[in-house]
């Protein structure tokens, strides 16, 4: 009998590991992310030191300016593509999945400078009252933030432009 029992815990703790929507859409967001996922910078430009803060960050980034929100010299882009969409008032037994573009462009030329794209899951747990669980790739330490700090550097000698 225990021998039974055993043998049911560990099938349903491999099914619930390898076989529920969650670890689906988690593969399915490795997978992706694998293709095309991560920063790509095309282009570095070169900024005077006026234009960074004391941590080293452009000081010229207004989140909430949507595409302008890089002042009148670049257009910054974010593009969000539902694969899976959920609604948040069933609880976090509801999955979704998504793509996360990012793109800096110069106006002057059109020139695409650089890119982000991002892989996330969201939801997918047992029914409860807690906050879902999520993945996403690439991890944390990827951001469009971080895009921002590879695509403009700060100048060592005196003010460029």
Not at 11 to 19: E, H, L, W
Not at 102 to 114: H, V, W
Not at 140 to 147: F, R, S
Request: aromatic share 12%.
């Amino acid at each position: 009998m225990k021998k039974i029992v055993l043998l049911l815990i560990a099938a349903a703790i491999v099914y619930a590991t390898f076989f529920t929507e969650k670890a689906r859409l988690d593969r399915e967001v490795d997978r992706l992310c694998a293709i095309d996922g991560g920063i790509r910078v095309y282009e570095t430009v070169t900024l005077p030191a006026d234009k960074f803060d004391k941590r080293g960050k452009i000081n010229f980034y207004y989140p909430t300016q949507r595409e302008n929100a890089l002042g009148p010299e670049y257009i910054f882009k974010w593009n969000i593509y539902d694969y899976k969409k959920r609604d948040p008032g069933q609880g976090p037994q509801e999955s979704s999945m998504s793509r996360d573009y990012f793109m800096i462009i110069r106006k002057s030329d059109m020139k695409l400078l650089g890119e982000f794209v991002l892989y996330s899951r969201v939801g997918g747990d047992l029914p409860g009252p807690w906050v879902p669980s999520s993945h996403r790739c690439p991890g944390l330490d990827k951001n469009e933030n971080v895009l921002m700090g590879e695509i403009f550097i700060k100048s060592m000698g005196k003010a460029e432009k």
